[in-house]
């Protein structure tokens, strides 16, 4: 019954020239919201003053945190609200019982939006449910609300590795609407993060607002808004802990057995400390391969470099202990041949050496020498 009045109100006009067959065409939901004739989506809802634009982010997860290309992976819902005050509203419609019109987001190849950007993106997908992965909800006020769920891949991690693996990183998600300067549209936003739907990774999240002076950039001699939010990432320090730090410890205190070895044993010391290192060195390619990559010493090489050291002195120390018993070995063998020779023809005598004189008894005689 209402089908009627509404289509001869369209018809009418049309003929007064208000709209269009296209925009008839793209009105929404029982002909509820019309777009005028001479309707310019190029140009923003107010003229002389800055358009506000609410921008809500829900965060919904941090699904990936990739160390080697210094790139996130967030998902993440994304509300935009602003008022257009140039739509024209059916008054049969009842709006009384339904205070918005929603329909899919291809409204907004016809209505104007702020053309939102985000910086160094690597990949952006739209998450799609059912048939449309976004709505755009329009209220009787002429407030216009696009949501949306993305999957969005962001280079802007300012990362170093210096410290690793106990180092903290910083990412950020920064969104800038680059065809409309900061006299033009202005970005408000908000960030929401719920846990509970975070997977584990190895690092501590935590979702900040973006400092102030992150809140505009300057392209081309013009300002523009920004919005986002940064996270602060910390490493988790049990999985180093049980797989690099605990490990090589234990292993440089096994090797302080070796000094309880008696210095006989050579092949039972040596196997000791020559096994330790070969361990070591083990772990060391083991950590190297997970590690990411950094042009400089980090603080894991600087732990597995010290360790490694330990033992190589013990080897070295090990190393001295024996040429030192050589060398006392080869001198009780050598007997008396430091004496001089008149000294050394001298049979079944003995020599004391009083410090200042040489006391050499033959027979039942005492011979002194001076030095």
């Not at 019954?1 to 049309?14: A, G, N, T």
């Not at 929404?28 to 002389?48: E, H, I, K, T």
């Not at 027979?363 to 030095?371: E, Y």
Request: proline letters at 5%; a negative charge.
């Amino acid at each position: 019954m209402h089908i009627l009045p509404v289509l001869m109100v369209s018809l009418v006009k049309i003929s007064m020239g208000q709209f269009t067959r296209e925009a008839i065409y793209h009105s929404m939901n029982d002909r509820g919201v019309y777009l005028p004739d001479d309707y310019n989506s190029d140009l923003p809802p107010a003229q002389g003053a800055p358009v506000p634009v609410d921008m809500r982010l829900r965060v919904l997860q941090v699904a990936k945190v990739d160390d080697i290309q210094q790139t996130m992976t967030v998902e993440m819902a994304v509300g935009l609200s602003w008022t257009e005050p140039r739509l024209l509203f059916n008054n049969i419609f009842d709006w009384d019982e339904r205070r918005s019109v929603k329909t899919n987001e291809k409204l907004v190849e016809h209505l104007w939006a702020p053309n939102l950007h985000f910086l160094s993106t690597e990949q952006i997908d739209k998450i799609s449910t059912l048939k449309n992965s976004g709505t755009v909800t329009i209220f009787r006020n002429g407030t216009v609300h696009y949501d949306s769920h993305i999957r969005l891949t962001v280079g802007t991690c300012f990362m170093s590795f210096k410290n690793y693996p106990l180092d903290d990183q910083l990412c950020r998600v920064l969104s800038v609407s680059h065809s409309n300067s900061i006299h033009e549209v202005v970005l408000r936003g908000s960030i929401s993060y719920n846990t509970e739907f975070q997977r584990p990774l190895q690092y501590n999240l935590e979702l900040r607002h973006l400092p102030d002076n992150y809140t505009f950039m300057v392209m081309e001699d013009a300002m523009y808004s920004v919005q986002g939010f940064e996270v602060k990432m910390e490493r988790k320090l049990l999985p180093s802990l049980t797989k690099f730090y605990i490990p090589t410890q234990l292993l440089v205190a096994l090797s302080w057995l070796a000094f309880f070895v008696p210095p006989e044993v050579i092949s039972g010391r040596m196997v000791l400390l020559i096994t330790i290192l070969l361990m070591l060195v083990n772990i060391g390619i083991s950590v190297e391969s997970d590690s990411p990559p950094y042009a400089s010493f980090t603080a894991a090489h600087i732990w597995l470099l010290g360790c490694q050291t330990q033992i190589i002195a013990n080897i070295v120390q090990f190393a001295f202990v024996l040429f030192t018993m050589a060398k006392e070995e080869k001198v009780k063998e050598s007997g008396g041949r430091g004496l001089p020779l008149s000294l050394q023809s001298l049979q079944g005598g003995s020599t004391v050496d009083t410090g200042r004189d040489l006391v050499i008894q033959v027979g039942s005689n005492w011979l002194f020498q001076c030095h």
